[in-house]
């Protein structure tokens, strides 16, 4: 004789009962549009959402911005990869759930499941369950996830092309603020600033070739205008918000205090430098993503004058008498 696990009707009704006198007691903090999670940044990681949602003022339901953050970072770190945001989410969602059912098991020691009714019910808000945690695959998607370890491995392969995109707006950053009126000097474009990489950089070794650069921009130029800002913001002992963000050591309860500063340099790079070089579209689809607010300007890098005089021979465009 085999016994009916389905679920009696009775059971159900009692249960969406306390559902919903649990949702009276705790009206619902979430923030965002009608999207579901799922929609905005499971199937396909949409930034703009994500960034409007984490900019909103308060808080959202449990681990909600926490999530997104890292997914964001996630994303900054390489545009291009659509499985390092999913790959985030997950590990700072099976971090906040464990955080939780600590909580609970610490609560009740000697009645664990009495603290995970705890945790569903008071600790944790039910968006999280039914916008997150369900629709990612549950403890399945969790248990075939990645290691901190191995994530912050992969954060580590991006490393490098970042830098690579960074480098080339630090020297449209240069141009747009020094090398003016353009009839003299032109604008700034990745044709005349990959080449000269290497030799601005003289005092990093092994950096790429002209090709590699334009691919590695190519890759991480939905992301640049974010990359650049946040090397710009120093944190502690000389490490950036973008060392943080590549070692997979920023978290939205550490940093989201700066969340605004960030976006506002981003707002700045985009409109005040990559609008002004050649290409227009990178500009334009980072203004897409950022809320219309005011932007924080912010110094180019202190370059030399061997690196300067480098920049400014690849962008002049007139020759002296004696070069004709």
């Known amino acids: 004789m085999t016994m009916d696990s389905r679920p009696k009707p009775d059971l159900v009704e009692a249960w ?19 999207r579901s999670f799922a929609e905005y940044a499971w199937d396909t990681f949409d930034p703009r ?24 970072c996630a994303w900054v770190a390489d545009p291009s990869d659509v499985t390092l945001p999913k ?6 969602t099976a971090l906040h759930l464990d955080a939780a059912e600590k909580a609970g098991r610490d609560l009740y020691r000697g009645a664990g499941r009495l603290g995970d009714v705890l945790i569903r019910t008071h600790l944790v808000d039910p968006e999280f369950f039914e916008e997150i945690y369900y629709p990612i695959g549950g403890i399945l998607r969790i248990a075939k996830s990645l290691s901190r370890a191995g994530y912050r491995s992969k954060l580590a392969e991006c490393a490098k092309s970042t830098d690579c995109a960074v480098k080339i707006v630090e020297i449209y950053h240069y ?18 600033a ?7 950089y003289i005092y990093e070794p092994e950096l790429p070739g002209e090709r590699s650069v334009k691919e590695y921009w190519r890759r991480k130029k939905d992301a640049a205008a974010f990359a650049y800002a946040a090397k710009s913001i120093e944190l502690i002992e000389g490490q950036t918000l973008l060392d943080a963000i590549l070692s997979g050591k920023t ?23 990559l609008s002004k070089c ?14 219309d ?22 962008f002049s465009r007139k020759k002296t008498k004696a070069q004709t």
């Open 251 to 273: 978290t939205w309860r550490y940093h989201e205090r700066i969340f605004m500063q960030w976006l506002s340099r981003a707002r700045y790079v985009a409109l005040e430098i």
């Open 49 to 72: 959402e994500v960034v409007t949602i984490l900019a909103a003022p308060g808080d959202s339901y449990f681990a909600h911005k926490d999530i997104l953050y890292e997914g964001f």
């Open 175 to 192: 141009h747009v603020d020094n090398l003016l009126p353009q009839e003299i000097y032109g604008k700034p474009s990745l044709n005349s």
């Open 278 to 291: 050649a290409e227009t579209q990178t500009s334009q689809d980072a203004l897409g993503i950022l809320p």
């Open 87 to 92: 790959r985030a989410m997950v590990l700072r």
């Open 16 to 34: 969406q009962g306390i559902q919903a006198r649990l949702s009276e007691m705790r009206p619902s903090r979430r923030q965002g549009t009608s």
């Open 194 to 200: 990959a080449p000269i990489l290497e030799s601005v």
């Open 293 to 314: 607010f005011t932007c924080k300007s912010f110094s180019p890098p202190a370059f030399d004058d061997v690196q300067k005089g480098v920049i400014v021979e690849k």
